[in-house]
């Protein structure tokens, strides 16, 4: 008797315009240090449903969004997604240029994902809660 192969198809992700235009260039800029993570970020750019900024759910994972998230070790973790310059692990602050970090950013409350880590071991994440920072992007917020 066989098992039922798992689904590995990737969820649907929702990226804002501004992020969009930032993370593409920041993964065509990373592409020579980082190839994995810049191809694997940009990989997550070209299959995310880019929206205008102002319009992103308040569910969704985004640049500077805290995340809560349940890992397939059952750890739940909370991190704020941020750019590398102001990664800082000690803070829980996670850069987008990590496995985790490209695999979180355009997910929604409740979304699951399979991630490779960069020793190449799989893994696979729930998110729990997004919180968005509490300064709000200019001309995000009704009006």
Same mark, same amino acid.
């Given at each position: 008797m066989t098992q039922p192969k798992k689904n590995h198809r990737k969820p649907k992700i929702v990226v804002g315009d501004v992020d969009y235009k930032r993370l593409t260039d920041l993964a065509a800029a990373a592409q020579e240090r980082f190839p994995e993570v810049a191809e694997e970020l940009q990989s997550e750019?070209?299959?995310?449903?880019? *929206?205008?900024?102002?319009?992103?759910?308040?569910? *969704?994972v985004q640049m500077g969004s805290t995340v809560e998230f349940r890992s397939d070790s059952a750890q739940q973790r909370r991190v704020t997604l941020v750019f590398p310059g102001e990664a800082d692990i000690a803070e829980n602050r996670i850069s987008i240029l990590t496995p985790i970090g490209a695999a979180l950013i355009g997910l929604s409350t409740g979304q699951s994902i399979t991630w490779t880590a960069l020793n190449g071991r799989q893994h696979a994440l729930t998110v729990v809660s997004v919180e968005q920072p509490a300064l709000a992007v200019p001309g995000s917020l009704p009006g």
């Open positions: 750019m070209d299959r995310a449903h880019v *929206v205008q900024a102002g319009t992103v759910p308040a569910k *969704v």
